[in-house]
């Protein structure tokens, strides 16, 4: 029982530090930082799995063909 | 008549999307519009929405599209179980548990920080899945629910439908070159190097390997998976890969296009030739610029559509060739048996939708199609992955998981496969936008 909890603890904490390891190096990184920025001023989910799924990438497609037809 | 899984999950997957198709397209073109069942069917394609720090801000409006999607998807899915002779008290009461995770890998995945990275649901449901299964073990009653083949294969017959064939000119023969010629090069040159070369085991891995890395990462992964019957271990090895890497490319490819002052066109072709995911290939092509965004998605749209041809590929080769015993002679009818007859569902809904949106007008494709049945139908399918994730995790040993990674073979067949596709996309890259084509790089 006490290793389960351990372990439970080591996961939700193993989780927050991801998180915090993520905020932090943004803060380090420009790059990291600028794109972030980006994708939260453009309304992108960088985690979409398939195209249907981006508005962003319809959208793009639809200004593509319009450009090259 | 004798239930499989295969017709079982081609029969729910035709049941959702006719749902959708009677709600946003059939009706409509009759001019009928029934308020009532748009919204039912609205309010049931729930996403969670995003949030930083309180996470109950994601479940703002959600509730009822939840209830009403775990009554949709328990009630179907249920169904199927029972045909497949499990009880429907047993799977419901293992499915409620599978979907309650499914929902916390949904949070987890909406956080923006975790999006920024694109880690998303698929992520956290193999990890949480992974975590309960190995430090808590599984109660027989949840053991039910852990139906992910059925999942997985209901999810794939919707993701066939979003397969659009009409797609692949949207910025012509260069685009068809660099999304549909590099990327089979890429795909046989790395299962290649994986059998010959780094001599892997299991043929199922080193295909789903090379297919997520080539084609466009979880989605080709869970296709390719599903046509060459991985383990579970082994998928959850190819989308483990994928998402690190994709996350990393996410971020690097850019800053290097930017660095070396590559231009924006090339760049945008490259990126969405070489990453894996779609929403990482359009946060990367918008790191460059609006011109870099639009081929980048465009690109990736096309070898998106690829995945349908690989996924048929992969099946007839893995039953006429992988699955034969050595010497052994196999007849057109065998094949048949031995065929996972739910890519027939796949195939078919692909084709069917790309004739419907080929036989409309290009705006009445778009609202009924694209942003009418599409939205309860990938709703559904992102859904029905996260479950088959779920389950995944959840029925998976993690000693067994981390054997797949012995010697490190996986990991360098990723390596040396996104090597080579980055260099050959480049390459086609300047040849078609640059040399041949031209004039359709400076239309863009």
């Known amino acids: 029982m006490k290793r389960k909890f351990s372990y439970t603890i080591l996961f939700l904490v193993g989780i927050v530090g991801l998180r915090q390891s993520i905020v932090v190096t943004r803060k380090l990184s420009p790059t990291l930082s600028d794109q972030t920025k980006m994708i939260n001023e453009r309304n992108i989910d960088p985690a979409v799995i398939f195209y249907t799924e981006s508005n962003e990438a319809l959208r793009a497609e639809k200004e593509v063909r319009k450009k090259v037809n | ?444």
């Open chain 2, 1 to 444: 008549m004798r239930w499989t899984e295969d017709k079982v999950a081609i029969l729910i997957g035709v049941i959702i999307l006719l749902i959708g198709s009677t709600v946003y397209l059939f009706l409509p073109l009759l001019d009928v519009y029934i308020l009532e069942a748009l919204d039912l069917v609205r309010a049931a394609s729930v996403k969670l929405g995003k949030w930083e720090v309180n996470p109950l801000e994601a479940f703002e409006m959600k509730w009822v599209g939840l209830i009403l999607l775990i009554i949709i998807l328990g009630g179907l899915l249920g169904w199927g179980a029972t045909r497949l002779g499990d009880s429907l008290l047993d799977f419901t009461k293992g499915f409620i548990a599978v979907f309650m995770l499914a929902i916390l890998a949904n949070l987890l995945g909406s956080q923006v920080d975790f999006k920024s990275i694109g880690f998303g649901y698929a992520l956290w449901a193999i990890i949480l899945g992974i975590f309960i299964s190995n430090v808590f073990g599984l109660p027989d009653w949840l053991k039910h629910g852990l139906k992910h083949e059925l999942f997985i294969k209901t999810g794939l017959v919707l993701l066939g439908a979003e397969v659009l064939f009409g797609k692949i000119l949207a910025i012509g023969l260069p685009g068809l070159f660099v999304a549909w010629v590099v990327t089979p090069i890429v795909l046989v040159a790395t299962f290649w190097f994986g059998q010959r070369i780094l001599k892997i085991r299991s043929k199922s891995l080193n295909i789903t390997i090379s297919a997520d890395m080539s084609v466009c990462g979880v989605s080709a992964a869970i296709a390719t998976a599903a046509a060459s019957k991985a383990t579970k271990e082994e998928l959850t090895t190819a989308i483990g890969l994928s998402m690190i890497f994709t996350s990393v490319m996410m971020v690097a490819l850019p800053a290097f296009i930017k660095a070396v002052g590559m231009p924006e066109i090339l760049g945008g072709a490259w990126i969405g030739g070489t990453i894996d995911a779609t929403g990482a290939v359009v946060a990367a092509g918008a790191f460059l610029g609006d011109k870099a965004l639009n081929v980048a998605a465009t690109i990736k749209m096309i070898q998106n559509i690829l995945i349908g041809v690989i996924a048929f590929a992969v099946a007839v080769y893995w039953t006429a060739k992988v699955d034969k015993k050595e010497g052994e002679k196999v007849s057109v009818s065998e094949i048949w048996t031995r065929f996972p007859k739910f890519i027939l569902g796949f195939v078919g809904a692909s084709i069917l939708f790309s004739i419907l949106q080929q036989m409309l007008s290009p705006e009445n494709s778009e609202m009924m199609i694209e942003q009418g049945v599409f939205s309860f139908s990938k709703s559904m399918r992102s859904w029905l992955f996260c479950l088959a994730f779920v389950s995944i995790g959840l029925s998976t040993n993690f000693k067994e998981l981390k054997s797949q990674f012995s010697g490190g073979k996986p990991l360098i067949l990723y390596l040396c496969g996104q090597l080579l596709n980055l260099g050959l996309t480049l390459l086609m890259a300047w040849l078609m936008f640059y040399k041949v084509f031209p004039e359709i790089t400076n239309s863009i």
